[in-house]
């Protein structure tokens, strides 16, 4: 499960796989682009667990999608990722070619 999400996290961020993408070495992932992923895929959980008839209290929800979060956030650092929030200044030049444009 944890390739899975590895793999769908640097799908929705943008990256075609996780090895073809970081091929310069670099391994930074915008603490954002992590947040959406997991929006995104929690969203999918939510909504296939409606399908199959569950319901959840909002409180539960809003829980679950932090927890989900930090769960995405972990299993990617364990994976060797760098999550840098969004005011720090990056090392890797993809983040610089983006600033400069």
Same mark, same amino acid.
């Given at each position: &499960? +944890?390739? %899975?999400?590895? $793999?769908? #996290? *640097?799908?929705?961020? $943008?990256?075609?796989?996780?090895?073809?993408? /970081?091929?310069?070495? *670099? +391994?930074? &992932?915008?603490?954002?682009? %992590? @947040?959406i992923a997991s929006m995104r895929l929690y969203a999918d959980i939510l909504a296939n667990a409606a399908r199959?008839?569950?319901?959840? #209290?909002? !409180?539960?929800i809003v829980s679950g999608s932090k927890r989900h979060f930090? !769960? &995405? @956030?972990?299993?990617?650092?364990? #994976?060797?990722?760098?999550? %840098?929030? %969004?005011?720090?200044?990056?090392? *890797?030049? +993809? /983040?610089?070619?983006?600033?400069?444009?």
């Amino acid at each position: &499960m +944890r390739g %899975v999400s590895i $793999g769908l #996290a *640097c799908a929705i961020v $943008g990256f075609s796989s996780p090895s073809q993408s /970081f091929a310069s070495g *670099c +391994r930074q &992932m915008l603490e954002s682009d %992590v @947040k959406i992923a997991s929006m995104r895929l929690y969203a999918d959980i939510l909504a296939n667990a409606a399908r199959n008839g569950w319901d959840y #209290a909002p !409180e539960a929800i809003v829980s679950g999608s932090k927890r989900h979060f930090d !769960e &995405m @956030k972990l299993q990617l650092i364990a #994976a060797g990722y760098e999550i %840098v929030s %969004v005011g720090a200044r990056p090392h *890797c030049p +993809r /983040f610089d070619t983006l600033a400069s444009e």
